[in-house]
């Protein structure tokens, strides 16, 4: 039997930088911020580290704006302080994959500036140009952060496409030499010594040639961008040849986020042999709240829904050995025990019990920081204290353009915002919590002086702990890596339970979802087996009988051996 790609084995750790460790007192999170950190991440048992982009930035979107791919951004450090945080996160075994955002650029990336210099200018094609339709624009577009995707260039007579912020310009994947210049600044990385990219909106590289109008999504003045810009006629085609070109040459991992992308499509990204990807970040368990202004809405998700989704991205990827990504949360998204646990009384159980039913699923799992610390959404009192763009637009509309009362478009910020994710790293209990000497570029989560790494760590019994085990199992049982996925109860509202089967043994996961005891009655051909609990987070019998009863949030991997 062939060895297992090392990535499938792996737990990644997902950094925001600017939000994770200040070592100079500026009050933004820098480089050598992660590495004073190391050591906890190291304990924590974590294999690979996912840092948000890095690369010298305006920050109109924190980061994802880039104007020099090749050089950090002064805020975060020095090129220097980069090579030392890769060098020591090695010394510990621990890889490092960086963020590539090449669907788009910053206005103020060198390229776009020759590209608005002049039409003949070769940097020019870089870019997505479209002449005025009957003196409007081009097609029915909307912007991800609200507005038309085109921006008119009157010296130019010419709009050019940004799928995101118009300080967002998207590049031309059809002009080959847009392609060659990102291979050569991935072959930069990789050659220092980084261990694989997560690669930005990537299924939205190849746009449809013919940029058609997109459907009119009901209150808004623009239709939907994915149209014509996701999973592309030609992004398999762009993908392989990055394969062949870069990829190939490496031992890296790979891993593209794809919005808008099934799991049926996503087997031609990540299925054996095609060349393309080792997995992707899909969107369809984060889509099951929303309600009539999309993502800002305060929807609670239904059990039996989430089941499906993970479920349907287990089986489907397996049918082409295609290898899952594993999350409840990233940087985009709100804390997960808000959203799918217990903030409340059970916020420590509920962090475990997500942990558990995530992580015995087969595929990549990824930690986003502060999730192994039971952290929850923010409820900042004003709307100046959030930084984020995407939430003072929404703000903006869903008053302005919906009439909806601030105290409503304040409920939905309080449960969706990318800030919730992008507090500071409360290290410890104190003013700035341990996570800077100056004033946080974002307030702290009021809550830090109960909720941090210091208090956590002290706690035998925490989330933090907690992990390490959930880590060590996944490490060391081949099952969770091998184990066929068979879902249990899928119209159950309640409980996530689950088998991973391989010969002559198979785990058992089940999790209670609810604040109160749930009871299964467990199938005769699962009863009385020899079995062990190999991880739970509260008492729980230590045979699997007729009956399994959960506590509120309860959480059990049983091993049965048969």
């Known amino acids: 039997m062939n060895e297992l790609p090392w990535w499938k084995k792996s737990v990644v750790y997902q950094i925001y930088p600017k939000s994770f460790n200040d070592s100079n007192g500026d009050g933004i999170g820098d480089l050598n911020g992660i590495t004073e950190k190391l050591d906890y991440l190291a304990n924590l048992g974590v294999d690979v580290l996912w840092l948000n982009p890095i690369y010298q930035s305006p920050q109109v979107d924190n980061g994802y704006d880039i104007s020099n791919y090749r050089a950090i951004e002064p805020q975060l450090g020095t090129m220097a302080d980069f090579e030392q945080l890769l060098a020591a996160a090695h010394d510990r075994h621990l890889r490092i994959i960086l963020d590539l955002v ?12 020759a590209a608005q210099s ?18 409007h624009v081009p097609n029915n577009w909307g912007s991800s952060f609200g507005g038309s995707t085109w921006e008119y260039q009157a010296d130019l007579s010419e709009y050019y496409l940004h799928l995101f912020a118009k300080q967002q310009p998207d590049l031309n994947w059809e002009n080959p030499q847009v392609r060659q210049e990102v291979y050569d600044l991935m072959r930069f990385w990789l050659d220092k010594g980084v261990d694989g990219f997560r690669m930005d909106v990537i299924s939205l590289i190849s746009k449809d040639p ?12 623009f239709g939907s961008y994915y149209a ?12 392989q040849e990055m394969h062949q070109q870069v990829l190939a040459d490496y031992d890296i991992m790979t891993v593209g986020e794809t919005p808008h992308t099934t799991a049926k499509q996503a087997q031609l990204y990540t299925g054996a042999g095609r060349n393309e990807l080792d997995m992707v970040f899909h969107f369809d368990h984060m889509h099951l709240d929303y309600g009539t202004y999309g993502k800002f809405s305060t929807n609670r998700f239904k059990l039996v829904d989430l089941k499906a989704v993970l479920a349907r991205w287990e089986t489907t990827l397996a049918q082409v050995d295609g290898w899952n990504s594993l999350y409840w949360s990233n940087h985009d998204q709100p804390r997960a025990v808000t959203r799918f646990g217990d903030e409340g009384q059970y916020r420590v159980r509920s962090a475990k019990m997500l942990g558990t ?11 986003f920081e502060g999730e192994e610390l039971g952290l929850k959404n ?10 984020d763009l995407e939430t003072h637009n929404i703000y903006r509309e869903l008053t302005e353009d919906h009439h909806e009362t601030p105290e409503a478009a304040m409920a939905a910020i309080y449960l969706h915002s990318r800030d919730n994710a992008r507090t500071p790293m409360p290290w410890d209990g104190s003013l700035q919590g341990g996570f800077t000497s100056g004033q946080p570029w974002l307030k702290l989560n009021p809550d830090h002086d109960q909720i941090n790494a210091a208090q956590d760590l002290a706690n035998e019994n925490g989330v933090y702990h907690y992990y390490q085990q959930l880590i060590k199992l996944r490490h060391e ?23 991973r089967k391989g010969e002559g043994e198979t785990l058992f996961v089940a999790g209670n979802f609810t604040a109160t005891p749930k009871t299964w009655t467990v199938p005769e051909a699962l009863r009385n087996q020899a079995a062990t609990v190999l991880l739970a987070n509260t008492t729980i019998d230590s045979a699997l009988g007729q009956t399994l009863t959960l506590p509120p949030y309860g959480a059990v991997v049983y091993k049965l051996q048969y």
């Open 357 to 367: 039913v995530l992580h015995m699923l087969q595929g990549t799992p990824y930690i």
């Open 102 to 113: 090449v669907n788009h650029t910053s206005d103020q990336h060198p390229w776009f500036k």
């Open 210 to 221: 013919t940029y058609p109008d997109g459907p009119v999504i009901q209150g808004k003045a």
């Open 228 to 239: 014509g810009a996701a999973n592309g006629p030609k992004v398999h085609d762009y993908l």
């Open 118 to 135: 002049s039409v003949s200018d070769p940097h020019h094609d870089y870019y997505i140009w479209k002449q005025p339709v009957d003196g």
């Open 477 to 499: 049982e081949p099952l969770v890596t091998s184990g066929v996925f068979e879902l249990l109860a899928p119209d159950d509202p309640d409980l996530f339970i689950y088998l």
């Open 378 to 387: 923010v409820h900042f009192e004003t709307l100046s204290d959030y930084n």
